[in-house]
């Protein structure tokens, strides 16, 4: 229903724009970017853009496969928790261990990174600038 109405609306953008000079251009490149001009027009009148979060950093060193399975399990307890099969101190001895082993597992890669550079301010720094770095924001569109 709600995509039927979205496409209407664009149909009735697209009948009430001019298409003469399109269809009058003698080059069929001015043509082309004539024609991609006028719908992205329309797209953008239409269609509503929303920003969201991007993350290009998709390699996390420090997560490794068993602290993606504790991370599950976390979760699963925590399900498990909230509907009364398990004690909230199982949960939250198990919760407290695992935040351990991350910030060990990520301090143990940040001091291999400088131990491993030859500049060793320099590298201290960029992991500084890495953990405090915003998000970079993208638009999408929503139907």
């Not at 953008?13 to 298409?19: A, D, I, P």
């Not at 920003?51 to 996390?60: A, F, G, R, Y």
């Not at 068993?66 to 004690?87: D, E």
């Not at 400088?114 to 500049?119: G, L, T």
């Amino acid at each position: 229903m709600f995509l039927k109405a979205k496409v209407q609306s664009i149909y009735h953008v697209t009948e009430e724009k001019s298409w003469s000079d399109v269809f009058a251009a003698d080059d069929p490149n001015n043509a082309y970017y004539c024609f991609i001009g006028k719908i992205q027009g329309v797209i953008n009148t239409t269609v509503k853009t929303k920003t969201i979060d991007s993350n290009d950093n998709n390699i996390i060193v420090w997560l490794t496969k068993g602290i993606k399975v504790s991370c599950r399990t976390k979760r699963v307890l925590y399900t498990q928790r909230n509907l009364g099969l398990i004690s909230d101190e199982y949960y939250r001895v198990y919760k407290n261990l695992l935040k351990k082993i991350i910030i060990s597992a990520k301090k143990s890669v940040n001091l291999n990174n400088i131990d491993k550079s030859s500049n060793k301010v320099e590298a201290t720094w960029k992991i500084n600038q890495s953990r405090n770095r915003q998000k970079k924001r993208r638009k999408i569109l929503v139907w």
